[in-house]
């Protein structure tokens, strides 16, 4: 038997995953079409649950759908969780999702394969639906075991084609009528790990192998109307325009303005959708919507573009004269990680010599939901030219190899370190 502190994953077996998944729902484009529940996806969960099978785990399916492995512990202690989801965007990348699930599977055999025996359980976990869907409903998993989603709220939901998400879930193995059975206390866990490529180019641009995400980001998003006066495009003076498109111009690089002399370059806004009205050429703009969004580790940053953005929208109204309209549509908050767990995680990437920086994860992630209740921390893999949800999508073997190794080492010193 292996010393713990030599352990390796089997990268050639990692890799032989990698492309055994990404083969279901690959389309003509090379991308992977396997959203929520279709058949794609369906097929892929067979997959994952033989070779979980075959891993000397206790395997089951929630009522939410999500797929869980557990490994016994020495003793009576909560157990330390770790996945991610394998299921994509429309025509998306092999890596996103899976690459943490997989990885999560590879630990537990290096851990039989070497009869290492943990003080913790150790569980295995494919959350249903992390991405946007056709149902409308992103991180369903996490949300449903975090107690966050319901049965009330997705009763009556379906998609554009009229399916129910009640049907679509059953087809996967979960339940209506017991959903609420899907939660779990904070006294069955310990901690949540969870590992992910980056989805962006802050580690490959600084040719840093390990990620380590400090909180998951916070989303703040607005729908903005922007009321201004119809008239003739031929005959109204300039001075004499109300022209809500010109004002709304002014907004968005109002928005751009203030995230670019933000102090952290991972506090980002967009401005991503936008309706004119009446939309003629020779008709001046009298009205404007678009939707908000801004971005940021901390509740402070997203506040402080929101400050000057705010202020951007008053001086417009007055010297355009136009009227602004603001709904809040989201304000989620920055989920912190754990600093035991980011201090694990760390010491991890010290034993093996690996460079590590410590960032914001720009993107939301299941382990947002589960820092509700439990300790919880991310490790990013570099995505090579920091590219995401597309058929390009690529991260090097030899960085999935060493945030594989982080994630069994973190395991391990937590389990060494918890005695909850």
């Not at 506040?303 to 549509?329: G, H, N």
Request: aromatic share 4%.
């Amino acid at each position: 038997m292996l010393q713990k502190g030599k352990l390796s994953i089997n990268l050639a077996r990692l890799k032989t995953d990698i492309e055994e998944l990404g083969e279901f729902g690959r389309n003509d484009k090379g991308g992977l079409d396997r959203t929520t529940f279709t058949s794609s996806e369906l097929a892929a969960r067979e997959w994952l649950k033989s070779r979980l099978c075959h891993s000397n785990l206790v395997v089951k399916v929630d009522e939410a759908a999500n797929i869980w492995g557990k490994r016994k512990g020495a003793k009576d202690l909560p157990s330390i969780v770790f996945g991610s989801h394998i299921d994509t965007v429309p025509n998306g990348g092999k890596y996103d999702g899976a690459l943490g699930v997989l990885m999560a599977l590879e630990v537990l055999r290096v851990l039989e394969e070497n009869s290492i025996v943990t003080r913790h359980p150790l569980e295995f976990v494919s959350f249903s639906a992390e991405e946007p869907n056709p149902f409308g409903l992103s991180t369903f998993g996490s949300r449903a075991v975090s107690g966050k989603l319901t049965k009330a709220k997705i009763i009556d939901v379906a998609d554009a084609a009229g399916t129910k998400l009640t049907d679509a879930l059953r087809a996967a193995g979960g339940s209506l009528e017991q959903f609420a059975n899907c939660i779990r206390k904070p006294i069955e866990l310990s901690a949540y790990l969870e590992v992910h490529i980056e989805q962006g180019k802050r580690l490959v641009n600084s040719s840093i192998p390990i990620g380590i995400v400090m909180a998951i980001t916070g989303i703040y998003r607005e729908h903005i109307t922007v009321i201004g006066e119809a008239n003739h495009a031929g005959t109204t003076l300039m001075e004499d325009r109300k022209d809500a498109l010109t004002a709304a111009s002014e907004l968005i690089l109002s928005l751009e303005r203030a995230c670019l002399k933000h102090p952290s370059n991972e506090v980002v806004g967009t401005i991503g959708k936008i309706t004119v009205s009446p939309n003629a050429p020779n008709i001046i703009p009298d009205k404007v919507t678009m939707s908000l969004e801004i971005r940021g580790k901390t509740s402070l940053e997203i506040q402080e573009i929101l400050t000057a953005f705010t202020l951007d929208c008053l001086d417009c109204e007055e010297k355009r004269a136009v009227q602004i309209e603001r709904k809040v549509l989201l304000d989620q908050a920055p989920a912190e990680m754990d600093e035991v767990v980011i201090e694990a995680i760390k010491n991890s990437a010290e034993l093996l010599n690996f460079p590590y920086l410590v960032l914001g994860s720009m993107a939301g992630h299941d382990a947002a939901h589960m820092a509700a209740i439990t300790r919880s921390g991310m490790i990013f893999v570099p995505s090579v030219g920091g590219k995401s949800h597309c058929p390009e999508e690529e991260s090097r073997l030899e960085d999935m190899e060493k945030a594989a190794n982080v994630l069994l080492h973190s395991i391990l010193s937590l389990d060494e370190k918890l005695d909850v």
